[in-house]
């Protein structure tokens, strides 16, 4: 069965920084795009970042460009979000979230993790 | 951006009762939308993909429907156990855009 644990979430000053993982299993990890959504508190699903399966190619949605990397281990199946420059509105349960197909770099999700909370705040 | 407009925003119904929620893309976006729903405190699970194809393990009291610009999503008979929130996901194009939800409730 498909697994995604996030972890690294926590409380953050404004212009900090923080790693985000997601441990992965039950699937060939690096066939698949990988994603990170997230979910203000109240609000709704809003796209952060892609990665292909090889992890040769990413992807940012506007608002974190520049402030975030994807990136992916294959030797342990992990997908990770670094996060810099933290501002207030990146408080949210941060997803990390698998594509349905594998070998293709699609964007339709299937499998979701628990989700790991960020906070910004000081 | 494709911009996704859910409709309607929140919805009681009773027990039995046939339910839609409409979704529209700014966009022609073919088939390429999902849908997901999501329980208070967990996270989304997908119900529908390509519009219209019923993932595994989903009951068949749920469908989708649609193409191009207009979706719907329809829950034949209301179950207790669906009461959560709907979103729709389009992944024609970058940035991966949803719908803003609609909050299913009993009456």
């Known amino acids: 069965e498909v697994q995604l644990l996030e972890s690294g979430g926590g409380l953050v000053q404004p212009g900090g920084s923080l790693r985000l993982s997601c441990a992965a299993s039950g699937f060939a990890f690096s066939s698949y795009a990988m994603s990170w959504v997230r979910q203000a508190p109240g609000k709704g699903l809003e796209w952060v970042s892609g990665?292909?399966?090889?992890?040769?190619?990413?992807y940012y949605a506007d608002y974190v460009k520049g402030r975030f990397t994807i990136s992916r281990d294959h030797s342990e199946n992990t997908l990770y979000l670094q996060m810099n420059s933290l501002r207030a509105e990146d408080t949210a349960v941060y997803y990390c979230?698998?594509?349905?197909?594998?070998?293709?770099?699609?964007?339709?999700?299937?499998?979701w993790g628990q989700g790991t909370l960020v906070t910004v705040s000081s | 951006d494709i911009q996704m407009t859910q409709s309607p925003s929140s919805l009681s119904a009773s027990v039995g009762d046939r339910v839609t929620i409409t979704c529209q893309a700014t966009q022609d976006i073919s088939n390429y939308l999902n849908w997901f729903q999501q329980k208070p405190g967990k996270a989304p699970k997908l119900l529908i993909y390509d519009a219209s194809n019923l993932e595994t393990g989903v009951p068949s009291r749920f469908s989708g429907g649609g193409s191009g610009t207009d979706f719907t999503f329809t829950i034949s008979s209301l179950q207790p156990e669906d009461i959560a929130t709907y979103y729709c996901q389009q992944y024609d194009g970058l940035p991966i855009t949803f719908g803003q939800g609609t909050r299913l409730e009993i009456k």
């Open positions: 990665i292909s399966g090889s992890g040769g190619t990413t």
């Open positions: 979230v698998k594509a349905r197909k594998g070998e293709v770099i699609t964007f339709s999700f299937d499998w």
